[in-house]
């Protein structure tokens, strides 16, 4: 995956997350002096794991990475579905995507993070930190760009990565606005592993829709999807502890022995959900947008991590092909976004069946077929 695009010399990619970070790799490998830079001065990343479901694997074995995430995460050959009171209802419907192809697992989030980050350095990718964009202008030699930090540079391409806060959103795309919160909030505690647990499971026929993931062989996390009120007051850690342990109270299984073994020393978050697939147009001249930036969504499919580096990979490809930057910027649009809009579309129905008291057999069908729809090739 060698060869100096021409027409694409230089890159910048703006935020250091999945979806950035794929982007620079892949850029970087086919002969672009890529920049990438984040906000953040530490470039760190916070959160409990993620689920690697089988399409996301399939595009991390394009970034040579699907080893390493076995070898630090886990891996599993499916997941099932339970009642909220333990009793067993079925296996999703999970094949291997690819041959030799793990058919799902899960990571850390902050594992994955550095794993990609150690792939960015070796490539000697140049990454400044803290700092953003605080202007963009398209011209006929590329885009100029003014940086928080008073510097300025021009490239061939800029590509905004930078979460759903993107000032590249905010700066070019003022047809554009901000995700929107879906009427859910998620619990998250990362822990030891139930000694009964070895795959993903999910319990639902309660008012509150529960998950396991294992991140590695002796962790996971579990996710707890409730209803948001707006209104709500940040948690302290105390009440964090307390909020989720209350809220399990009625789970059996391995969502119960997490919820009898817990500790106040387990990383607890709480956040509302928001999502939104951005109208088109994603590009505009040199300009274009990827991941977050465009298409957030919640994590009822398990797929905002794949969705990201799915749209890198294409970004990547179309460069390859395309005559010219806009070209490969048409194109790419025009291939990723009905993939895209299905997987946040189905992800805020699923929600909402979910807010609306749907039953087990409707939300597993729903996600099932989805989970179909994401097999295909991309």
């Known amino acids: 995956m060698s060869g100096t695009l021409e027409h694409c010399r230089n890159a910048l990619i703006v935020g250091g997350g999945i979806g950035g970070m794929a982007a620079a790799i892949l850029l970087k490998q086919r002969g672009v002096d890529v920049e990438l830079i984040d906000i953040d001065p530490d470039w760190r990343v916070y959160g409990a794991g993620i689920t690697i479901t089988g399409p996301t694997l399939r595009a991390y074995r394009r970034l040579d990475m699907v080893d390493s995430i076995a070898r630090e995460g886990a891996i599993a050959p499916g997941s099932s579905l339970y009642s909220f009171n333990g009793h067993f209802l079925r296996d999703l419907d999970e094949p291997p995507l690819e041959q030799g192809l793990p058919a799902t697992g899960g990571i850390m989030r902050p594992v994955l993070h550095h794993l990609m980050q150690d792939k960015v350095k070796a490539l000697d990718v140049k990454v400044r ?133 817990m500790t106040t020393q387990d990383w607890i978050n709480y956040r509302p959900l928001s999502a939104k697939i951005q109208p088109r147009p994603w590009h505009d001249g040199r300009i274009v947008l990827l991941g977050d930036a465009v298409h957030a969504t919640t994590p009822h499919l398990a797929s905002g991590a794949g969705m990201a580096v799915e749209s890198a990979i294409v970004l990547a490809e179309e460069l390859a092909t395309a005559g010219t930057v806009e070209e490969a910027l048409a194109a790419y649009e025009e291939r990723r976004y009905d993939r895209c809009r299905d997987v946040v579309e189905c992800s805020i129905a699923i929600g909402a069946a979910q807010l609306s008291g749907g039953s087990p057999e409707q939300i597993g069908s729903m996600t099932g077929q989805a989970l179909h729809r994401l097999a295909a090739p991309f």
Not at 156 to 166: F, I, K, Y
Not at 216 to 228: G, K, M, Q, S, V
């Open 129 to 261: 930190l803290g700092i953003t964009v605080s202007e963009l202008a398209n011209t006929v030699s590329g885009v100029k760009v003014a940086f928080s930090d008073g510097t300025h540079g021009q490239y061939d391409l800029v590509v905004g990565a930078d979460s759903v806060r993107s000032a590249v959103r905010d700066l070019a795309f003022p047809h554009m606005s901000k995700p929107e919160y879906t009427g859910q909030g998620c619990w998250r505690v990362s822990m030891k592993k139930p000694p009964a647990l070895e795959k993903g499971e999910i319990y639902l026929g309660h008012e509150y829709t529960c998950g396991i993931t294992r991140c590695a062989e002796d962790r996971i996390y579990l996710f707890l999807l409730t209803p948001h009120q707006r209104n709500s007051k940040h948690f302290d850690d105390a009440e964090l502890f307390s909020g989720l342990k209350e809220r399990l109270a009625d789970f059996a299984g391995n969502a119960g022995w997490v919820r009898d073994n």
